[in-house]
């Protein structure tokens, strides 16, 4: 569907993504790659324009976080290395030896219950290294010895997740150092005994910001490349990324409020004086926080920043444009995004509802199409 027919849209600027990935190559060590984390319908961004624009800038390796999504880019024509970082019943096992995707092990039973499936699946080790949510403990050597005998497991990888590498406090960051120097012992212990860990990987975008770089075979980036930070707070590193996404939506009316009358569910905006009022056509079964007009949300027209008011409706929202009397149906709203000299950005409108991009990004719905540049798309 193209921008001009639509009511409400993404805008996903491929050639930014290229360059984040770009400058998050060159901040990894030698020998190091990249693993863009495409779940989630890439954070909102279109997991397949994006995939497919990574893959021709030469990224071979993907992450999803479930086996719907990592067939998705199969049947897509994606070509590199899939891993499913999350949980697949080991039922499933057939779909995911057809499809030529990696299997995250959760735990030993889970390694265990694979493996009795009697299919031969490509896996990576997942290793609890303090987080307590998926993973092998990484100190239980047994059942790492275990796992590395059961038939039809072809393990060619092990890793953890840094819970605390998106802080830079004292406390979290020994916390942090604790984790890799438990990863590290059970890489350590496994070539010690003659045991491949084959592809080692533990940094995600904080770790990528916030740590030197890791001697690793890959570094998995999520909310990094898409050039936005989960939220406002200092990172260790400066990397020179820039916002791949914009939310935009179409004015559909503009009306008038005289003194005293109210606007929206339960009349939640009353006009004290005559007010103008535009109706953005946006809401929250798009995705949008529905308290964001309560926490100051604004949108951009012409330039300039109109308040959100009243209630936001599952598929509209209103707009104070007063001061901004040209404003008129089919105008465009910027939601997340620049318009002239100004800009709302994602971490800002996250912040406003208490919450991090990841997720205010990641709940953008379907019914949302995606616009890529023309000289941007691949595939």
């Known amino acids: 569907m193209r921008e001009e027919a639509s009511r409400a849209w993404?805008?996903?600027?491929?050639?930014a993504?290229?360059?984040?990935?770009?400058?998050?190559?060159?901040?990894?060590?030698?020998?190091?790659r990249l693993m863009a984390v495409v779940k989630a319908d890439a954070y909102g961004h279109g997991a397949i324009p994006v995939a497919r624009r990574l893959e021709a800038e030469g990224v071979k390796a993907f992450a999803v976080a479930c086996l719907e999504e990592?067939?998705?880019?199969?049947?897509?024509?994606?070509?590199?290395?899939?891993?499913?970082?999350?949980?697949?019943?080991?039922?499933?096992?057939?779909?995911?030896?057809?499809?030529?995707?990696?299997?995250?092990?959760?735990?030993?039973?889970?390694?265990?219950?694979?493996?009795?499936?009697?299919v031969p699946l490509s896996v990576h080790l997942a290793l609890d290294t303090g987080m307590h949510r998926l993973g092998i403990p990484a100190k239980d050597h047994k059942a790492l010895q275990h796992l590395y005998?059961?038939?039809?497991?072809?393990?060619?990888?092990?890793?953890?997740?840094?819970?605390?590498?998106?802080?830079?406090e004292a406390e979290d960051m020994a916390f942090t150092h604790t984790q890799l120097e438990r990863f590290y012992g059970a890489v350590q212990w496994l070539r010690a005994h003659g045991l491949d860990p084959g592809e080692v990987h533990i940094q995600a975008s904080y770790g990528i910001w916030n740590l030197p770089p890791q001697p690793c075979f890959w570094a998995r980036a999520g909310i990094a490349l898409y050039g936005v930070f989960s939220k406002d707070a200092t990172t260790g590193r400066?990397?020179?990324?820039?916002?791949?996404?914009?939310?935009?939506?179409?004015?559909?009316?503009?009306?008038?409020?005289?003194?005293?009358?109210?606007?929206?569910?339960?009349?939640a905006f009353r006009a004290e004086q005559m007010r103008k009022l535009a109706v953005v056509s946006i809401g929250y079964a798009d995705g949008l926080p529905r308290c964001l007009p309560q926490q100051k949300g604004e949108v951009l027209l012409h330039a300039a920043r109109c308040p959100m008011v009243g209630r936001m409706c599952m598929d509209q929202l209103l707009v104070d444009v007063t001061d901004v009397p040209c404003v008129k149906p089919g105008d465009v709203a910027t939601i997340i995004g620049t318009d002239g000299g100004q800009v709302i950005r994602a971490e800002d409108v996250a912040g406003q509802c208490g919450t991090i991009t990841n997720e205010l990004l990641s709940r953008l719905g379907h019914?949302?199409?995606?616009v890529t540049d023309w000289k941007s798309h691949v595939g």
């Open 367 to 370: 019914r949302l199409p995606i």
């Open 17 to 32: 993504l290229a360059h984040n990935a770009r400058t998050l190559q060159a901040a990894l060590c030698s020998g190091c």
């Open 70 to 118: 990592g067939i998705a880019l199969r049947q897509a024509g994606v070509r590199g290395k899939i891993l499913i970082l999350g949980y697949t019943p080991p039922e499933m096992a057939s779909l995911i030896y057809r499809w030529k995707l990696i299997q995250t092990v959760a735990d030993e039973d889970h390694g265990r219950a694979l493996a009795a499936q009697g």
């Open 10 to 15: 993404r805008e996903v600027d491929l050639n």
């Open 149 to 168: 005998e059961l038939p039809n497991l072809n393990i060619e990888g092990v890793f953890s997740h840094l819970c605390m590498s998106d802080s830079l």
């Open 238 to 267: 400066t990397l020179a990324l820039g916002p791949a996404l914009s939310l935009r939506a179409r004015v559909v009316s503009v009306r008038t409020l005289l003194p005293g009358e109210g606007a929206g569910y339960g009349l």
